[in-house]
């Protein structure tokens, strides 16, 4: 399987008056350094009325006289299952918020798919940088039968309330093969950033010349999507939430500086915790 991303800056079309985001990094992608071939998935189904996945089978290139189908294995945001059929079970998100848009697409079809397909901004407000990017870098294919994970970085508008952005994925010919209805809630009082957390402790051990050192604190947060632990500054791991412990085996003797930052869409609140091995051997 491949993984391609992009990240992209929102243009938002306001007034004058309006407030402007503060744009992300440039788009770019990165391929993933294997390919996959795997079984074909269905398309999950859709409810009625606009679906918020819908394929097209289409004739690719006349040359080749091959078919451009596709199929959605997944689709996330944020690393979250993104659910397209209820947009209103998605967590809202802050105004200006950066999230990232994930989808498992199989090439079903017999096309082989190049730089040329590209995933398209089609209708409705644009949260990106670019109207459209290509699935995979000149130069990179994905044959019949294999899947591409293609990800685009999107920021919410500055306003709150309900935005809608259909996007579609596109052959050589511009010819669509699937849309996709990106739903985004902007809610600024259900999306307050989490409480810090407190009483942060540790302790160590030492056994067979291996440190370890123990963290624990006191989890006040109600409304937390998860923990990230740094250890001198350089990010360690993602904890789930409601965590309030974790081990970590340390080189040997010596002072860790430790941060765990409780965190959600609305932002971060860090505690400090500077842990001593004095011995160990």
């Not at 491949?2 to 938002?12: S, W, Y």
């Not at 412990?245 to 765990?260: H, K, L, N």
């Not at 930052?261 to 011995?279: D, K, L, Q, R, W």
Request: glycine share 8%.
């Amino acid at each position: 399987m491949k993984k391609f991303e992009f990240a992209g800056l929102v243009l938002l079309l306001l007034s004058a008056c309006s407030p402007q985001p503060t744009p992300p990094p440039v788009a770019t992608f990165t391929p993933y350094p294997t390919v996959q071939v795997s079984t074909p998935t269905a398309v999950p189904s859709a409810t009625e009325g606009t679906p918020a996945a819908q394929s097209t089978s289409t004739t690719g290139t006349p040359a080749a006289e091959c078919k451009d189908e596709v199929s959605i294995a997944s689709w996330t945001r944020d690393d979250v299952p993104y659910d397209f059929n209820d947009a209103a079970k998605n967590k809202p998100v802050p105004p200006n918020g950066h999230f990232t848009m994930a989808w498992t697409l199989q090439n079903t079809g017999t096309c082989t798919w190049d730089s040329s397909y590209l995933m398209a901004f089609k209708s409705g407000h644009i949260m990106t940088q670019s109207p459209s990017y290509p699935i995979v870098p000149a130069g990179q294919t994905v044959a019949p039968g294999q899947s591409a994970i293609v990800t685009i970085s999107m920021v919410s508008p500055s306003k709150t309330g309900g935005y809608q952005a259909a996007w579609r994925l596109q052959n050589v010919e511009g010819k669509s093969l699937m849309t996709f209805n990106v739903i985004v809630k902007v809610d600024t009082g259900s999306s307050k950033p989490p409480s810090r957390p407190v009483e942060p402790k540790y302790a160590y051990s030492c056994a067979a010349g291996v440190a370890k050192i123990s963290l624990s604190w006191v989890d006040t947060a109600t409304n937390e999507d998860g923990y990230r632990l740094y250890r001198g500054g350089i990010p360690l791991l993602e904890l789930p939430a409601g965590t309030s412990s974790y081990t970590d085996v340390v080189p040997g003797i010596g002072t860790y500086e430790y941060t765990v930052v409780a965190f959600n869409a609305a932002g971060e609140a860090p505690v400090n915790i500077s842990a001593a091995v004095t011995t160990c051997q």
